[in-house]
């Protein structure tokens, strides 16, 4: 069950997405540390979810045409402000690297996570699969979220290893700039389609 569990988590994190989107941005704009912290920050929001959907609060988001749509909303509007202020940021010959706070990129990776409705259904959808029929279901549920997390901080922390490798080339002020509005279109596209998905 457990290996049946990470290769499907592992095929579901590699798929590109919101996540991906920004960890790599975060990861040019700030480096490696940028990077990391905001793999860590996603990997915290995804315990939100995982935690939600092992209590059965996720089911009362599906129920719930209120909280489903105020979720999805209030998650629709942060990727599209992150992708905005990706496309409106400085002209190539003025990018340089921002001075930010430790905090600041866990916080942009733990919100896109939390706030994403397509990861709250995912659990909701995807978790119960693997738990067992009988016996206390919430520490196995715990267990496997733990998995995914771990999944998730390695895929990520992969990408942005790769990202510093190719640094070099990545960090030139137009090459920069293009990739920012790449990763900029990419979480407004995402944030639109966030906006379609429907409850099941």
Known sequence: MIVSF?????VLIALPGPDFALITRNALVGCRSGGLRTTLGGA?????HATAAAMGLSALLAASSTAYATLKLV?????????????LSAPPDEVAKPARSKGHWFAQG????????????????FLPQFLPTTGSTLFVALGL?????????????GLVLLVGQVSGVLSRPRVKAWMERVAGSALVMFGIRLATVTRP
């Open 145 to 157: 979220s733990a998995i995914f997390a771990a999944i998730y901080v390695a895929w990520f922390s």
């Open 75 to 87: 998650g629709v509007a942060y990727l599209v402000y992150l992708g905005l202020k990706s496309l």
């Open 6 to 10: 990470a290769f499907a988590s592992l």
């Open 110 to 125: 733990f919100l896109s996570s939390a706030l994403n409705v397509k990861v709250a259904l995912f659990f909701l959808t």
């Open 44 to 48: 915290a929001g995804l315990t939100v």
